[in-house]
């Protein structure tokens, strides 16, 4: 199965910072690489797909890049209600996977 | 509009065999490029990927988990029922459906709310 590593486990960050989190495949997955915000008590939420398209709803301050094995999801101003965990999942396998999760807290 | 249901017992015994229920609706699991997921999530703990189920009945599961999942569906009563043998304690976990589109890739858009199942005698 390919492993999908993230980095870092968490950060602590204030509003209006830039904050970039990092997920790395144990293989080359293309482009093939999701991002999902999960709040305490919620589903998780689909932010990005496909290393860097936006998905409908989500704001513009959340971009993707990325190909091969290294992927970043950067926030360009941090936002109170940002706060939460974020999760990498691949899908270039048919066996998805998901990264250990980023917890960005409030600083 | 695209929803999501789980439904199932909250409490089993070890042992026992779980049998989870999605209930779906705003898309039909017979369009071509739709698929219906399952993933967990332990307390406090990462989101892990359990089985998927394809328009075309095409099933996938995770690696370390297959000898025990079955996916199924009823197109006709927009449900896919996961079922896992053999609950152990450590399966206690919030257990989410999700939609799955083909597009770029795959990606869950829309999930339930999850159904938190924990094992316990």
């Known amino acids: 199965d390919i492993q999908m590593t993230q980095s870092p486990s968490s950060l602590s960050a204030s509003v209006g910072d830039r904050v970039t989190i990092t997920c790395r495949a144990s293989?080359?997955?293309?482009?093939?690489l999701n991002w999902y915000q999960q709040k305490p008590g919620q589903a998780p939420k689909l932010l990005i797909y496909?290393?860097?398209s936006l998905q409908s709803g989500a704001p513009s301050r959340f971009s993707g890049s990325g190909s091969g094995t290294e992927f970043t999801l950067t926030i360009s101003s941090l936002q109170p209600e940002d706060f939460a965990i974020y999760y990498c999942?691949?899908?270039?396998?048919?066996?998805?996977?998901f990264g250990g999760g980023t917890k960005v807290e409030i600083k | 509009q695209v929803t999501l249901r789980e439904s199932g017992p909250a409490l089993v015994k070890p042992t026992q065999t779980l049998t989870l229920t999605c209930t779906f609706s705003?898309?039909?699991?017979?369009?071509?490029?739709?698929?219906v997921g399952w993933i967990r999530q332990p307390p406090g703990k990462a989101l892990e990927w359990l089985a998927r189920?394809?328009?075309?009945?095409?099933?996938y599961y995770s690696t370390s988990l297959q000898t025990r999942l079955t996916i199924s569906k009823d197109t006709s009563k927009n449900q896919v029922v996961l079922t896992m043998t053999n609950m152990d304690p450590v399966d206690t976990a919030t257990y989410f459906c999700?939609?799955?589109?083909?597009?770029?890739?795959?990606?869950?858009?829309?999930w339930g709310q999850g159904s938190l199942v924990t094992v316990s005698s």
């Open positions: 189920i394809d328009w075309d009945d095409d099933e």
């Open positions: 999942q691949q899908s270039y396998s048919t066996l998805f996977t």
């Open positions: 999700a939609r799955l589109v083909s597009g770029r890739g795959y990606y869950f858009d829309y």
């Open positions: 705003g898309f039909s699991l017979s369009t071509s490029g739709m698929c």
């Open positions: 293989q080359n997955i293309n482009i093939y």
């Open positions: 496909a290393a860097s």
